[in-house]
């Protein structure tokens, strides 16, 4: 068993290295808009509030398998009517790695406007008064007050949508993508040993948001803006 596992292997390593490049990418781009999001819910307008609160409402409340689809069969579908009616382009492929992680992104940056939300309200806001009769600018005060205290109390939110994100990453084998998932269930297939392929997945996974999990512990107790416990 383990001589087939070896023939299939760098198959499957080369679609774990698809599958952690989805999720780099993904909670890169989830992080930007769960900033933007926070910063808009929380100082922006009513109607920059009412979209935030729109926005997160519907990802929330649609399954992740449903949008997965969604975005790529209907955006290419609605990208092609727009370029047919338009006039202004052709017929576009759109490429399944990044609908995949355009998806994974728009779904977990929901999560991270309330994890981003949640630790801003939670810095005193005696700190940022004091920082202002200080004099200093809103860039210094944000840099030197806000930012390390806000990324202290995000960073376990963080950590949990990580780890959720890195299973989410699956998703992206139901539209073709060749990632760990899609390469061990085509050699599963074509061996008829689907429970050994899915085994080495779930191991591979296991590893992968081990040694994370880990990474943000450390990460977590390094930048904890509450004092350590003597």
Same mark, same amino acid.
């Given at each position: ?75 290419? =579908?609605?990208?092609?009517? !727009?370029?047919?009616?338009? /006039? $202004?382009? &052709?017929? #576009?492929?759109? %490429? ?69 994100? =890195?299973?989410?990453?699956? !998703?992206?084998?139901?539209? /073709? $993508?060749? &990632?760990? #998932?899609?390469? %061990? ?46």
């Amino acid at each position: 068993m383990l001589d087939l596992v070896k023939i299939y292997l760098p198959l499957i390593l080369s679609g774990t290295a698809v599958t952690i490049a989805v999720a780099v990418l993904s909670l890169s781009g989830s992080l930007a808009i769960g900033l933007l999001g926070a910063l808009f819910s929380l100082t922006g307008s009513r109607f920059s509030r009412n979209i935030v609160t729109a926005y997160t409402t519907l990802i929330r409340g649609v399954p992740d398998l449903v949008l997965m689809l969604l975005f790529y069969f209907g955006g290419q =579908m609605l990208l092609n009517q !727009l370029g047919a009616t338009t /006039g $202004l382009w &052709d017929y #576009v492929e759109v %490429s399944a790695f990044g609908a995949g992680t355009i998806t994974i992104a728009i779904i977990f940056g929901a999560y991270m406007i309330e994890t981003f939300r949640g630790a801003a309200l939670a810095i005193p806001k005696g700190q940022i008064e004091a920082g202002l009769a200080f004099g200093l600018s809103r860039w210094r005060l944000f840099t030197r007050i806000i930012w390390p205290q806000l990324l202290g109390y995000a960073l376990p939110g963080i950590g949990n949508n990580w780890q959720i994100l =890195m299973k989410t990453t699956a !998703l992206v084998s139901v539209i /073709g $993508l060749q &990632d760990m #998932v899609f390469n %061990s269930f085509q050699a599963g297939r074509t061996t008829r040993h689907m429970f050994v392929f899915m085994g080495v997945a779930m191991i591979l996974y296991l590893i992968i948001t081990m040694i994370s999990g880990a990474v943000f512990h450390i990460l977590t107790h390094r930048y904890n803006p509450q004092p350590k416990s003597r």
